[in-house]
């Protein structure tokens, strides 16, 4: 294991970016596998997450496409960072890059804000909105609003993400962690990684769990109205 021990610091980065991660991994997968194997028709997003109804239209396709487009960004930056900093080589282009990620960035929050105004305002949606729904809620929008600061005050994230945070994330895969060159970094660019660990080991236990089931029909087909015929808090619990 390629880390250190010493300053109240050092162990704070050992917890987070290790402890914490394996941690997240390993609740992550074996709470997923567990769900999906005993209660499978929960991977639903109950409410029609996506497009209920041509009223929330907007919002929810903001949220969704600017979640999924950041993540997707992350995913580039850490399966192909060499490509990643070879197309950052150039200043348009790492412009380019840079605005459109911050633009989705904001396109999400807009987005999430408009989902959490969604549930707190409508009594419907209210009704099937659980404790997890709100957590979930919260635990997003720290996250988005950590990750428009750090692209705000400390720039270029694209390149100092595959060129640091990569190589950080590829040791943990291969079972080596290696902090030593996240160490220095700012303490949002930690917090904002540390968000990104809670979440995943929350993942299991909320209804995004519905995105690992074939999600991708949800981001083009018509609208659809959802009545209940029985009392919302029961639908979980049927067959």
Do not use: C
């Not at 150039?90 to 412009?95: A, E």
């Not at 005050?153 to 060159?181: E, M």
């Amino acid at each position: 294991m390629n880390t250190f021990m010493g300053s109240p610091t050092q162990s704070l980065d050992l917890f987070f970016f290790i402890v914490l991660p394996y941690t997240a991994l390993a609740v992550f997968l074996l709470a997923t596998i567990n769900r999906y194997r005993t209660r499978p028709f929960t991977y639903s997003s109950l409410s029609s997450q996506f497009l209920e109804n041509q009223q929330h239209f907007w919002v929810q396709v903001s949220f969704h496409y600017g979640i999924l487009i950041l993540l997707l960004g992350h995913l580039i930056a850490f399966l192909f960072p060499r490509q990643v900093l070879l197309w950052n080589s150039r200043p348009l282009r790492l412009y380019v890059l840079e605005i459109s990620a911050f633009i989705f960035a904001v396109l999400t929050l807009v987005g999430l804000l408009g989902v959490i105004l969604r549930r707190t305002a409508e009594a419907k949606v209210r009704v099937i909105t659980s404790a997890t729904d709100w957590i979930l809620s919260g635990l997003l929008l720290f996250q988005v609003l950590t990750g428009i600061d750090v692209a705000v005050f400390y720039g270029w994230g694209s390149s100092w993400f595959a060129a640091t945070l990569t190589p950080y994330l590829w040791s943990l895969l291969r079972l080596s962690p290696d902090i030593r060159a996240i160490a220095p970094l700012p303490w949002m660019v930690k917090v904002h990684i540390i968000g990104t660990w809670i979440i995943l080991g929350f993942f299991p236990f909320t209804r995004l769990v519905h995105i690992l089931v074939a999600p991708i029909p949800y981001l083009w087909r018509r609208p659809q109205v959802v009545r209940w015929n029985r009392t919302p808090g029961t639908a979980r619990k049927s067959r």
